[in-house]
């Protein structure tokens, strides 16, 4: 079994920062590719950032040059850092993982609970 737990949401003010972090535990062979996607109200989920697992990092164009996705391979723990913050990153926030488990025959992708962030004055 596999789970991923995140932290470090909550509620912010325009210009300011957050830092997510999402922690795999479990029965964990390998782990690849690493990601946030987010989900506002009313609206679909949609690719944050990814970081593969040579370190290779991907943006969405709305969050470049403000967010930073990092890991750290020996906690199994992804990293969003979220600076400069507007109103429109308002959004349920899920890391998500390609994972190979001990026993398993390929890598799976595993979801996070998500976690709310609030961007408001």
């Known amino acids: 079994q596999v789970q991923l737990v995140e932290s470090g949401g909550g509620w912010v003010q325009p210009g300011g920062s957050l830092r997510l972090s999402c922690a795999a535990s479990g029965s964990i062979f390998r782990i690849s590719a690493m990601g946030w996607y987010r989900q506002a109200s009313g609206k679909e989920r949609e690719l944050v950032a990814t970081?593969?697992?040579?370190?290779?990092?991907n943006y969405a164009e709305s969050v470049k040059g403000r967010f930073t996705i990092s890991r750290d391979n020996a906690k199994n723990t992804v990293y969003l850092q979220m600076n400069s913050l507007k109103p429109e990153d308002t959004a349920v926030y899920y890391c998500n993982m390609d994972i190979y488990r001990f026993g398993g025959w390929q890598f799976e992708t595993y979801w996070g609970q998500g976690t709310q962030v609030t961007v408001s004055s």
């Open positions: 970081i593969s697992n040579g370190g290779i990092t």
